[in-house]
Antibody
Framework: EVQLVESGGGLVQPGGSLRLSCAASGFTLGNFWLHWVRQAPGKGLEWVANINEDGSEEYYVDSVKGRFTISRDNGKSSLTLQMNRLRGEDSAIYYC??????????WGPGTLVTVSS | DIVMSQSPDSLAVSLGERATINCRSSQSLLSSSNKKNFLAWFQQKAGQPPKLLIYWASTRESGVPDRFSGSGSGTDFTLTITSLQAEDVAVYYCQQYYGAPITFGQGTRLEIK
């Protein structure tokens, strides 16, 4: 079964850092693009970042450029999102998503990030 | 950025009746190279991550009941649920993957009348 499971969320103060991880199983990670998508409490979906199969290409939504870094370790079947200089508006559930071509499937259950003093 | 707008924001439909959700993009999602519309639909039930229903505007994902169908082309798209079931209560999102950044509609909340 194809599965993605995020971890690393929690409460962090504004200006702080957090590192999210996503563990993949049931498929060969190195064959797929991977994405992070977030959802603020009670709000809609926002694509955050993606990375290509070998990690040589990364793209970000403008609001996180220069603060977030996406990376992957295909040997360990893992995806990471390093989040620095966090702001209140970064508070959200963060989902790890496999890119089947351009198709987003499946999604992990998500991990909650709360930025608050 | 391509802006995705869904209508209505919420709707209530009786069990067994048809539900129709619309999605409009700020620019065409139809590729001239492969003649496909770069649009997907997702279903998100309370407390769960989104689930893929439809991609390429009208291709139903494996395992999705055939009461779900997608249609439209260019800038106007529709998700139709025929014969609404209780388990279809959810928020539905359209998504474009034609241009960067990938963007989603604001969501449509579907309830039982």
């Amino acid at each position: 079964e194809v599965q993605l499971v995020e971890s690393g969320g929690g409460l962090v103060q504004p200006g702080g850092s957090l590192r999210l991880s996503c563990a993949a199983s049931g498929f060969t990670l190195g064959n797929f693009w991977l994405h992070w998508v977030r959802q603020a409490p009670g709000k809609g979906l926002e694509w955050v970042a993606n990375i290509n199969e070998d990690g040589s290409e990364e793209y970000y939504v403008d609001s996180v450029k220069g603060r977030f870094t996406i990376s992957r370790d295909n040997g360990k079947s893992s995806l990471t999102l390093q989040m620095n200089r966090l702001r209140g508006e970064d508070s959200a559930i963060y989902y790890c998503v496999r890119g089947r071509g351009w198709i987003f499937d499946p999604w992990g259950p998500g991990t909650l990030v709360t930025v608050s003093s | 950025d391509i802006v995705m707008s869904q209508s209505p924001d919420s709707l209530a439909v009786s069990l067994g009746e048809r539900a129709t959700i619309n999605c409009r993009s700020s620019q065409s999602l139809l590729s001239s190279s492969n003649k496909k519309n770069f649009l997907a639909w997702f279903q998100q039930k309370a407390g769960q991550p989104p689930k893929l229903l439809i991609y390429w505007a009208s291709t139903r994902e494996s395992g999705v009941p055939d009461r779900f169908s997608g249609s439209g082309s260019g800038t106007d798209f529709t998700l139709t649920i025929t014969s609404l079931q209780a388990e279809d209560v959810a928020v539905y999102y359209c998504q474009q993957y034609y241009g960067a950044p990938i963007t989603f509609g604001q969501g449509t909340r579907l309830e039982i009348k």
